[in-house]
């Protein structure tokens, strides 16, 4: 285990922090809300470092930021990533503090993304600036701080798909998780299911055929799935159970009672364990719509709008136990594990990068995405002398 030692400048990560925080990189045109000035104000900060941050645009105003640090000696090299967008703040007159003031009280940092994921961010650039000025080391460290994660995660399928995992031995991504060294994520997949009738008086169903009817059908069928693959795969470590979710159901623009509507859609959000096979968990969704379609004369189409696997990085892998030496040897306390419920960028980064990736992060894990989301200050300073001692385990091996 190294004993080397390197100092991180605290107020600097917290400032960045704030700045970052300030930032409303929200996803949205309609306002002219994008990652850009987030990603901007990131190649600033790296360019003042001496670094060379490359910029690739994956869409428009959504670009990725990509930084490597070279150590000057042989050595493997340590991926830190991020994310630069922050979902909605929904209605701001709920928040106790500005959403985007960054405001400081208590000895937390209260706004949106402080937690998700601006701290976590600011985190690995300065635990990495830290680690570069001790001196040479051994290999490199990359340092991804990408667009669409809240999303469609285009920015880590952008940078996979453009080769930058080539080379990298392992990644951590800095996600709010609590304390725990999460090395197993919930995968995700996101089902809709167009149902196509003909329209008619409600006074006269007879003289329609109604989608509804159909989709009340689906949700009967997907509740039962769920409870036979909880039965089946029980809780899963860290992750629990399986999830079969409807979160939309919409039956058009026709607001009016007495109106068979002639579509309608519902939407699904699966969530797995690595147990799980994707394809033949969508095989069996495809098999009850079609006995429900033949029973119902309704038209039932399923797209699979994204497919995020579940992830299982073995604990005794080199990037894990960098970091769980780091983490006790900081914190002084032994390592706790743990899973993402949800799906981060780190499960692109495993599946289609062929990375050992964990998820470990200032914040509480359940704080993200809420009302008066916030970090505590000790927790930016710790994280990041954590991020640091890890980068050094794992590139002296």
């Given at each position: 285990m190294s004993t080397r030692v390197v100092e991180i400048d605290a107020d600097a990560v917290i400032a960045f922090t704030a700045e970052l925080v300030r930032i409303e990189s929200v996803n949205d045109p309609a306002t002219g809300r994008s990652?850009?000035?987030?990603?901007?104000?990131?190649?600033?900060?790296?360019?003042?470092?001496?670094?060379?941050?490359?910029?690739?645009?994956?869409?428009?105003?959504?670009?990725n930021v990509i930084c490597t640090v070279d150590g000057g000696l042989p050595g493997p090299t340590l991926l830190f990533e991020g994310h630069t967008d922050v979902v909605t703040e929904g209605d701001r007159s709920a928040w106790t503090h500005d959403p985007f003031a960054a405001t400081i009280a208590d000895s937390r940092m209260y706004g949106r993304g402080t937690a998700d994921m601006k701290s976590g961010l600011a985190?690995?650039?300065?635990?990495?600036?830290?680690?570069?000025?001790?001196?040479?080391?051994?290999?490199?460290?990359?340092?991804?701080?990408?667009?669409?994660?809240?999303?469609?995660?285009?920015?880590?399928?952008?940078?996979?798909?453009?080769?930058?995992?080539?080379?990298?031995?392992?990644?951590?991504?800095?996600?709010?998780?609590?304390?725990e060294i999460c090395a197993v994520s919930k995968g995700a997949i996101r089902l809709r299911i167009d149902a196509t009738g003909q329209m008619a008086h409600?006074?006269?169903?007879?003289?329609?055929?109604?989608?509804?009817?159909?989709?009340?059908?689906?949700?009967?069928?997907?509740?039962?799935?769920?409870?036979?693959?909880?039965?089946?795969?029980?809780?899963?470590?860290?992750?629990?159970?399986?999830?079969?979710?409807?979160?939309?159901?919409?039956?058009?623009?026709?607001?009016?009672?007495?109106?068979?509507?002639?579509?309608?859609?519902?939407?699904?959000?699966?969530?797995?364990?690595?147990?799980?096979?994707?394809?033949?968990?969508?095989?069996?969704?495809?098999?009850?719509?079609?006995?429900?379609?033949?029973?119902?004369?309704v038209t039932l189409r399923l797209t699979v709008i994204d497919d995020r696997p579940s992830t299982d990085t073995a604990v005794n892998s080199p990037v894990c136990q960098a970091l769980a030496r780091a983490h006790e040897a900081i914190t002084g306390e032994a390592p706790i594990y743990g899973g993402v419920p949800g799906s981060t960028d780190g499960t692109i980064l495993w599946r289609d990068g062929g990375l050992d990736s964990v998820v470990y992060g200032p914040g509480g894990k359940w704080i993200a995405h809420q009302v008066d989301e916030f970090v505590e200050l000790d927790e930016i300073i710790q994280y990041t002398r954590v991020f640091a001692q890890a980068a050094i385990n794992f590139l002296e091996g």
């Open positions: 990652e850009a000035p987030a990603a901007a104000a990131i190649v600033e900060r790296m360019r003042s470092f001496g670094w060379e941050p490359i910029v690739e645009e994956v869409a428009p105003g959504r670009p985190a690995v650039i300065y635990a990495t600036r830290a680690v570069d000025q001790a001196g040479p080391f051994p290999g490199r460290i990359v340092i991804a701080a990408l667009c669409d994660e809240e999303e469609m995660m285009l920015g880590v399928k952008h940078f996979v798909a453009a080769g930058h995992c080539d080379g990298i031995d392992g990644a951590i991504s800095a996600e709010p998780e609590g304390g409600g006074a006269m169903p007879d003289q329609g055929v109604n989608p509804i009817g159909a989709l009340v059908r689906v949700g009967a069928a997907i509740a039962d799935l769920e409870a036979k693959r909880q039965a089946r795969h029980g809780a899963y470590e860290h992750l629990g159970h399986v999830w079969l979710t409807p979160t939309v159901v919409d039956a058009g623009t026709i607001e009016q009672i007495n109106v068979i509507p002639a579509e309608a859609t519902m939407a699904i959000d699966v969530r797995t364990t690595p147990d799980v096979d994707h394809h033949e968990l969508i095989a069996e969704v495809e098999a009850f719509l079609d006995a429900i379609a033949d029973a119902t004369d």
